[in-house]
């Protein structure tokens, strides 16, 4: 009798902790698109940006392109889904660009993006060079991306 008495007490314990479980908020940081434009080698420029926690599944993009002090220019015909990256084939490395992306919700262009520049003459390489301070006595030796 006593045992049946703590399997109850057990699960009704449990019962009532579940409804916190499911009500629970996922925590959400304040992040921007993140935008990052690459030189890649061959001339091309490969565009990435970061897709929210809260972006509804039906979110498209419109991705710009600003040469020096020219107005921007829309860069791809349809909005882009299904991706947060696109390779831009028709810059004019001599010139600074910046890359920018719009979100489209209901078909309409939602506020854009913090831009990503690139100098003119820029190198071409594979990857994004960020430079460390690094403490005085302290030589970085490891990284990893999170």
């Known amino acids: 009798m006593m045992k049946k008495l703590n399997q ?6 449990l019962w009532l902790t579940l409804p916190i479980s499911l009500f629970a908020q996922r925590e959400m940081e304040s ?17 990435s940006w970061r897709l929210l926690g809260n ?27 299904g991706a947060t990256i696109f390779t831009d084939k028709s810059v004019d490395f001599t010139k600074k660009n910046e890359w920018f992306v719009k979100p489209v919700l209901n078909r309409k262009e939602e506020l854009e993006s913090t831009s990503f520049a ?8 594979p990857y994004l060079s960020v430079p460390l301070k690094t403490q005085r006595g302290y030589t970085p030796n490891d990284i990893s991306v999170g």
Do not use: W
Not at 31 to 47: K, N, P, Q, T
Not at 118 to 125: F, P, V
């Open 55 to 81: 972006d509804p599944d039906d979110i498209s993009f419109n991705i710009y392109r600003k040469t020096d002090t020219s107005t921007s220019i829309k860069l791809n015909q349809n909005p882009i889904t």
């Open 31 to 47: 992040l921007g698109r993140g935008v990052v434009a690459i030189h890649m080698i061959g001339d091309s420029v490969f565009v």
């Open 8 to 13: 109850f007490f057990l699960a009704f314990c």
């Open 118 to 125: 690139l100098q003119s003459g820029s190198e071409a390489k």
